[in-house]
């Protein structure tokens, strides 16, 4: 049985302020214990008042990027280490608005998410097609080379550390969520492709996230479904109570 997952992408939202009060809203709604496992990912600035906030709580904080290189000099980086240090475990690559607009690709991705695994946190690939894609029948061929690119070369025992979000880039920040026919379709295919990269063992182990217009209405019909299990949530992470409402469907 995989634990259901929910992580919430603040992206570039949140002064480390106005996130502490998030932070402190969220440890009062979720201070009973529940069966999905919950990440919150706000921006860098505000990783380390919000660590502090969740100290002790069973809220796990993510990062939204990181560098694959220990340190060095890559002006406006993050490295592993200054993530671990300030309790992230959890970090989101591949992102299709880093992939957008900050020329994020297959080769960087895969630098990243073995940097991730090698030093101890979870990474939590992004993968999916644009409407343009979709609209030409390559969802398929998109999200394959989005999977085999990222895991690229890593072994078994290693990749295992790894989460995986299936996100149409036409479902981000529109509204328009993926029917869960169109969820379930792609999450099965990737299912069945680390079958192929891997074996059956780590097929069933993988787990699956889906992103893209999650709100409290529809988490629940998303979340049922075979291969879905859990969600990356952007829009609906920034206020406490939506993020709840959709915690509360995976649990
Ligand atoms: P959204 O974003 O929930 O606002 O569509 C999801 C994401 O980008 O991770």
Sequence with gaps: MRTKFVAGNWKMYKTPSEAESLAKDLKERFSKPGRADIVVCPPFTALDRVSRVLSGTQLRL???????????AFTGKVSHDMLKDIGVQYVIIGHSEQRTYFHETNETVCKKTR??????????????????????NKTEAIVQ??????FQGLAKDLALGAIVAYEPV???????????????????????????????DFSQQLRILYGGSVKPGNAAELFGLPDVDGGLIGGASLKGEDFAGIVAAAN
Excluded at 63 to 69: T, Y
Excluded at 145 to 150: D, F, L, N, T, V
């Design 145 to 150: 080379s989005h999977i085999e690119g990222a």
């Design 170 to 200: 036409w479902a981000i920040g529109t509204g328009k969520t993926a029917t869960p026919a169109q969820a379930q379709e792609v999450h099965a295919f990737i299912r069945d492709l680390v079958k192929k990269l891997y074996d059956a």
């Design 115 to 136: 940097k991730a695994l090698e030093t101890g946190l979870v990474p939590i690939v992004c993968v999916g097609e644009t409407l343009e894609q979709r609209e030409a």
């Design 62 to 72: 993510g990062a939204q990027d990181m560098h694959w290189e220990d340190q060095g």
